[in-house]
């Protein structure tokens, strides 16, 4: 049985369907981030895929833009208690970057320019689920919300879109990331409010 | 875990501490935070993350909340709690954004309003400890009126420097004049890069990014450079 807190529940907040357990709906973009914004010049940018015998499958910006690019309307759930509603990004399909790509490992670590990584199934990424982006509401991703790209992972909390997103490296088995070494749950499925450990 | 309120304090115009009772509590590390989660009479429940002001081992916690004006928790934190009224808490959350006694080194925080508390946490935790590592905490208020914690900081601590930015209106007679953290007040003010320190840099985004930006120019290797932000974008 809950706690009552005297006199609590006054401001309430309109519950919505579309709203996991626990979150609120916000309009602005909040950033989170461990540390500094870092700085990547486009012409520096590329991003690769590393499957178990150390094959690279690698792009340049050019090449990535030379794909299909998609169209995403989605919801975004931060763990930190806050969801936006169809927001509008552009970016490539997951499902493109790994059609070449020899793998049967079924989990895979994303690893970010300034160093950051995120760990994720391989099944999550698949599907139409995830995508490299690098355009949020018909502007360049600022740098302050992952850019010039990121991943896109709408279904799990947003830690794991990991911005400045740089590669994807595939492991045998699951292995914690940074938040998921320091306190975040290893999966993140807003739905079930896997939050912590 | 259920948490009793012992005592309320103003900060500010817009901000109080609290200090509340949790029995079961196995400590905390300076830096962490808590869910508290707050439920009304017909059901209702919202939950929102707040740092702690308060670490070691103790059963009692201090939090420090400033009111958000569309904000349904922190109004209510701020308002209308009263000692002996109960809330829950989960926690202590996050692993990142810590400084405990056994590290050694030179310690730069850099707070913008509200984004002292977790800073504090650093401090005490350095006060309570035989640490000898040197701390100081440049500290960005919009009016001298808007200071967390002001006896505590004005109180003089061997090995603590302490340097007030206003960014509204300064005190009279103020030396600097006001405006936002430049790179020449962290030039002027914090541990240099040279000296490798430990950064912690904590507050509203635009304040986090423009300190963190600047200290990466100055040459502080971004792996030394902590940050935690609110508020949006």
Redesign the interface.
């Known amino acids: 049985m809950?706690?009552?807190?005297?006199?609590?529940?006054?401001?309430?907040?309109e519950s919505d369907d579309s709203l996991p357990p626990?979150q609120?709906l916000?309009k602005?973009?909040?950033?989170?981030?461990?540390?500094?914004?870092?700085r990547i010049d486009t012409a520096d940018w590329e991003f690769s895929i590393t499957n178990e015998t150390g094959v690279v499958s690698r792009w340049n910006w050019e090449q990535l833009h030379a794909l299909p690019i998609e169209d995403i309307d989605t919801d975004i759930h931060c763990v930190?208690?806050w969801s936006k509603l169809g927001t509008n990004w552009r970016g490539v399909s997951l499902d493109t970057l790994f059609k070449d790509v020899d793998t049967v490992y079924e989990h895979t670590m994303a690893h970010c320019y300034?160093?950051y990584t995120t760990n994720i199934p391989l099944a999550d990424l698949l599907d139409g689920k995830a995508w490299i982006a690098f355009d949020f509401d018909g502007e360049d991703l600022d740098p302050?919300?992952g850019g010039p790209a990121r991943l896109l992972v709408p279904h799990l909390y947003f830690w794991k879109s990991a911005k400045w997103i740089k590669g994807l490296q595939m492991l045998p088995q699951d292995q914690p990331g940074?938040?998921e070494?320091?306190?975040y749950n290893m999966y993140g499925d807003p739905w079930q409010e896997q939050r912590?450990w | 875990m259920t948490a009793t309120v012992a005592s309320v304090h103003p900060e500010t115009a817009s901000a109080r501490s609290l200090t509340i009772d949790v029995p079961g509590w196995r400590g905390n590390i300076a830096g962490q935070h808590v869910d508290v989660r707050l439920t009304a009479e017909d059901g209702y429940q919202a939950v929102r993350s707040y740092s702690l002001a308060s670490s070691g081992p103790g059963a009692t916690l201090q939090l420090a909340v400033d009111r958000l004006p569309d904000g349904e928790v922190s109004p209510y934190l701020v308002d209308d709690v009263l000692p002996g009224d109960q809330l829950e808490i989960r926690g202590p959350l996050g692993g990142w954004f810590v400084w405990e006694p056994s590290l050694a080194g030179s310690v730069q925080l850099i707070a913008g309003g509200s984004g002292i508390v977790p800073l504090m946490a650093m401090i005490r935790s350095r006060a309570a400890s035989a640490s000898t590592s040197p701390f100081r905490l440049l500290y960005s208020v919009r009016n001298p009126d808007d200071v967390f914690f002001r006896a505590e900081l004005e109180t003089p601590t061997p090995g603590l420097e302490v340097t007030w930015a206003y960014t509204r209106a300064t005190p009279t007679g103020w030396p600097r004049p006001t405006g936002r953290v430049t790179g020449d007040d962290l030039s002027a003010h914090c541990f240099p890069a040279s000296e490798n320190p430990a950064v912690f840099v904590c507050g509203p985004t635009g304040f986090v990014e423009a300190v963190a930006n600047a200290l990466v120019l100055l040459g502080h290797d971004p792996a030394r450079v902590k940050t935690e932000r609110f508020g949006g974008a």
């Open positions: 809950a706690v009552i807190s005297r006199g609590f529940g006054s401001r309430r907040r626990g609120y916000t602005d973009f909040p950033v989170l981030s461990a540390g500094p914004t870092p930190t208690r300034g160093g302050e919300h940074f938040w070494q320091n306190g912590y």
